[in-house]
């Protein structure tokens, strides 16, 4: 590959703004342009519920995964000294999605939680409940919940990954292929966790058409509507 060959981020979310950039070597770069809220106000925990209302990218994934863990020991902590049984973290989601790689590791955090992890390994269940929206990365997040509920005026987007690329040929056949798997582990993570068959996956994921909260139950990708 060359010093002009850019690979770019791998985008899961509702829907992409682009800007584009003068690099130094005379080209242009095409890059997503993020919400500018602070992830601070967006990302927060109150007793055993964690809310995550943002697009999804590195900072905000990191904060989620330091922060859902810290809650994790926390609630472990209180089970020893108050014999609390039965844990439970309930995650709010309002999420147009991001950035696959972000998506993925705090889909991967949920399911660590729900299996338990650290010294003391005790299986915690988390609750999603999608409230406004959980598209793409989003919905990532939302389908591994142990239980999962939609708000009656929500919706969710579950779509093909889309990305951009400056490159030669060569780098850009590879750069498909990428992309290809990244659609076949999103594939993958909706198929374990709804009704969907890989047929209708493929047909659905080929779309963007938002989801109703009865054609999330009716796919399975929540349990009920509240």
């Given at each position: 590959?060359?010093?002009?060959?850019?690979?770019?981020?791998?985008?899961?979310?509702?829907?992409?703004?682009?800007?584009?950039?003068?690099?130094?070597?005379?080209?242009?770069?095409?890059?997503?342009?993020?919400?500018?809220?602070?992830?601070?106000?967006?990302?927060?925990?109150?007793?055993?519920?964690?809310?995550?209302?943002?697009?999804?990218?590195?900072?905000?994934?990191?904060?989620?995964?330091?922060?859902?863990?810290?809650?994790?020991?926390?609630?472990?902590?209180?089970?020893?000294?108050?014999?609390?049984?039965?844990?439970?973290?309930?995650?709010?989601?309002?999420?147009?999605?991001?950035?696959?790689?972000a998506a993925a590791a705090m889909a991967s955090k949920i399911e660590e939680v729900k299996?338990?992890?650290?010294?003391?390994?005790?299986?915690?269940?988390?609750?999603?409940?999608?409230?406004?929206?959980?598209?793409?990365?989003?919905?990532?997040?939302?389908?591994?919940?142990?239980?999962?509920?939609?708000?009656?005026?929500?919706?969710?987007?579950?779509?093909?990954?889309?990305?951009?690329?400056?490159?030669k040929t060569e780098d850009m056949k590879d750069h498909v292929k990428n992309i290809e798997?990244?659609?076949?582990?999103?594939?993958?993570?909706?198929?374990?966790?709804?009704?969907?068959?890989?047929?209708?996956?493929?047909?659905?994921?080929?779309?963007?058409?938002?989801?109703?909260?009865?054609?999330?139950?009716?796919?399975?990708?929540?349990?009920?509507?509240?």
């Amino acid at each position: 590959m060359t010093k002009n060959s850019k690979y770019r981020k791998v985008s899961a979310r509702r829907s992409d703004s682009y800007e584009i950039e003068a690099c130094e070597d005379g080209t242009e770069e095409v890059s997503n342009v993020m919400a500018s809220t602070k992830n601070l106000n967006v990302i927060y925990s109150l007793n055993n519920h964690l809310y995550y209302y943002k697009d999804i990218d590195s900072e905000g994934s990191a904060l989620f995964c330091k922060t859902i863990s810290e809650m994790y020991y926390n609630i472990i902590s209180s089970m020893l000294s108050t014999g609390l049984t039965n844990p439970v973290i309930e995650l709010h989601i309002n999420s147009e999605g991001g950035d696959f790689s972000a998506a993925a590791a705090m889909a991967s955090k949920i399911e660590e939680v729900k299996k338990g992890f650290g010294p003391v390994p005790i299986p915690m269940k988390v609750i999603t409940h999608v409230e406004g929206e959980s598209c793409s990365g989003g919905s990532l997040m939302s389908v591994v919940g142990s239980e999962r509920t939609i708000s009656r005026y929500s919706f969710m987007l579950i779509h093909k990954a889309s990305s951009g690329f400056v490159g030669k040929t060569e780098d850009m056949k590879d750069h498909v292929k990428n992309i290809e798997l990244v659609n076949s582990i999103m594939k993958t993570i909706y198929k374990e966790n709804s009704k969907l068959s890989e047929e209708e996956l493929d047909k659905i994921m080929d779309k963007d058409l938002y989801f109703s909260p009865e054609d999330c139950v009716k796919h399975g990708l929540v349990d009920r509507i509240i």
